[in-house]
Protein backbone atom coordinates (compact mmCIF):
# COMPACT_ATOMS: atom_id res chain seq x y z
CA UNK A 1 0.00 0.00 0.00
CA UNK A 2 3.08 2.53 1.07
CA UNK A 3 4.16 1.31 -2.30
CA UNK A 4 0.65 3.27 -4.38
CA UNK A 5 1.08 6.06 -2.29
CA UNK A 6 4.46 6.93 -3.13
CA UNK A 7 4.08 6.23 -6.64
CA UNK A 8 0.40 8.64 -7.02
CA UNK A 9 2.62 11.10 -4.86
CA UNK A 10 5.58 11.06 -8.11
CA UNK A 11 2.97 11.29 -10.71
CA UNK A 12 0.99 13.68 -8.80
CA UNK A 13 4.50 15.75 -8.71
CA UNK A 14 4.67 15.38 -12.08
CA UNK A 15 2.04 16.58 -13.55
CA UNK A 16 2.35 19.51 -11.25
CA UNK A 17 5.51 20.32 -13.05
CA UNK A 18 4.14 19.94 -16.53
CA UNK A 19 0.81 21.96 -15.39
CA UNK A 20 2.80 24.78 -14.45
CA UNK A 21 5.53 24.93 -17.27
CA UNK A 22 3.37 26.21 -20.15
CA UNK A 23 1.66 29.25 -17.83
CA UNK A 24 5.35 29.73 -16.78
CA UNK A 25 6.30 29.92 -20.17
CA UNK A 26 3.33 31.88 -21.66
CA UNK A 27 3.64 34.46 -18.76
CA UNK A 28 7.66 34.86 -19.67
CA UNK A 29 6.99 35.40 -23.31
CA UNK A 30 4.72 38.41 -22.69
CA UNK A 31 6.98 39.44 -19.88
CA UNK A 32 9.61 39.89 -22.72
CA UNK A 33 12.30 37.50 -20.34
CA UNK A 34 14.28 35.00 -22.58
CA UNK A 35 13.24 31.67 -22.71
CA UNK A 36 15.41 28.13 -23.23
CA UNK A 37 14.58 25.36 -24.51
CA UNK A 38 14.51 22.43 -21.92
CA UNK A 39 14.44 18.99 -23.15
CA UNK A 40 13.03 15.88 -21.09
CA UNK A 41 10.80 17.42 -18.08
CA UNK A 42 7.59 17.34 -20.77
CA UNK A 43 4.11 15.11 -19.93
CA UNK A 44 2.10 13.64 -22.28
CA UNK A 45 0.81 15.90 -25.20
CA UNK A 46 1.99 19.21 -22.87
CA UNK A 47 5.32 19.37 -24.90
CA UNK A 48 6.37 23.07 -26.89
CA UNK A 49 7.96 21.14 -29.68
CA UNK A 50 10.63 18.55 -29.81
CA UNK A 51 13.79 18.40 -31.91
CA UNK A 52 12.73 15.81 -35.12
CA UNK A 53 10.27 13.27 -33.09
CA UNK A 54 6.87 14.60 -34.63
CA UNK A 55 6.06 17.62 -36.00
CA UNK A 56 5.22 20.45 -32.73
CA UNK A 57 3.44 21.17 -29.64
CA UNK A 58 1.22 19.04 -27.68
CA UNK A 59 2.11 15.96 -29.61
CA UNK A 60 4.64 14.60 -26.90
CA UNK A 61 3.47 10.63 -26.83
CA UNK A 62 6.10 10.14 -24.22
CA UNK A 63 6.29 11.81 -20.42
CA UNK A 64 10.09 13.05 -19.97
CA UNK A 65 10.60 12.50 -23.65
CA UNK A 66 14.29 13.73 -23.97
CA UNK A 67 13.58 14.95 -27.56
CA UNK A 68 10.72 16.84 -26.44
CA UNK A 69 11.06 20.78 -24.90
CA UNK A 70 8.94 23.21 -23.06
CA UNK A 71 10.35 26.57 -22.53
CA UNK A 72 11.20 27.70 -19.52
CA UNK A 73 12.58 31.10 -18.27
CA UNK A 74 16.27 31.11 -18.35
CA UNK A 75 18.23 29.59 -16.21
CA UNK A 76 15.23 27.02 -14.39
CA UNK A 77 16.15 24.37 -16.81
CA UNK A 78 18.88 22.99 -14.60
CA UNK A 79 16.81 23.47 -11.65
CA UNK A 80 14.67 20.96 -12.86
CA UNK A 81 15.82 17.14 -12.14
CA UNK A 82 16.19 15.54 -15.66
CA UNK A 83 15.98 18.94 -17.15
CA UNK A 84 18.83 19.32 -20.48
CA UNK A 85 19.30 22.30 -22.53
CA UNK A 86 20.74 20.00 -25.51
CA UNK A 87 17.95 17.28 -27.03
CA UNK A 88 18.37 13.71 -26.43
CA UNK A 89 17.24 10.31 -28.23
CA UNK A 90 13.98 9.77 -27.75
CA UNK A 91 13.66 5.78 -27.12
Same mark, same amino acid.
Request: net charge positive; hydrophobic share 30%; aromatic share 8%.
Given at each position: MERRN?????LAAAAGIAAV?? =?IAAN???? /?AKL????GINAIGRNDCAAGT?????QATM??? =????VLLP? /??????AGGSL???KAS
Open positions: FAAKIAT =PAQTS /GEKCYHSCAGARD =PASFT /GDCSKITPG
